[in-house]
C-alpha cells in the first residue's frame, strides 16, 4: 500500500474508448491492486464504467464489488480506497 504522505501519482491514459485499453487497465487494477493504488486513468469516465459493467457480467477480471470513481484532480487517486478506479473524466 502506497504512503499517502510520501507518494506521487500515476496517470495512465484510457486510450481509445472503444477499445481494449479500458478493460487492459481495469484488469490491471484488480490484478495487482496495491501496486496499482495511486494510479489515476484519464479517458472517459462512462466509457470505464461500461467497461467495468461488462467484465462484471461476463465474471472476468475479479472484479467484483470494483467501482469507477471520478476524481477532480489526478492527486486524489492516492487516498482511493482499494476496489475503487479513479477516473480523471476529460
Given amino acids: 500500500m502506497m504512503n499517502p504522505a510520501t507518494a506521487l501519482p500515476v496517470a495512465v491514459t484510457m486510450g481509445d474508448p ?24 484519464v479517458g472517459n ?18 472484479l467484483g464489488g470494483w467501482t469507477c470513481e471520478p476524481v477532480a484532480s489526478i492527486g486524489e487517486a492516492i487516498h482511493m480506497s482499494l476496489g475503487q478506479v479513479p477516473v480523471l473524466n476529460v
Avoid: H, N, T
Fill in 18 to 41: 472503444a477499445g481494449i485499453g479500458p478493460e487492459i487497465i481495469l484488469k490491471a487494477f484488480a490484478g495487482d491492486a496495491p501496486v496499482m493504488q495511486g494510479c489515476c486513468v
Fill in 45 to 62: 469516465l462512462s466509457a470505464m464504467r461500461r467497461a467495468l459493467e461488462r467484465l462484471q457480467a461476463k465474471g472476468l477480471g475479479g
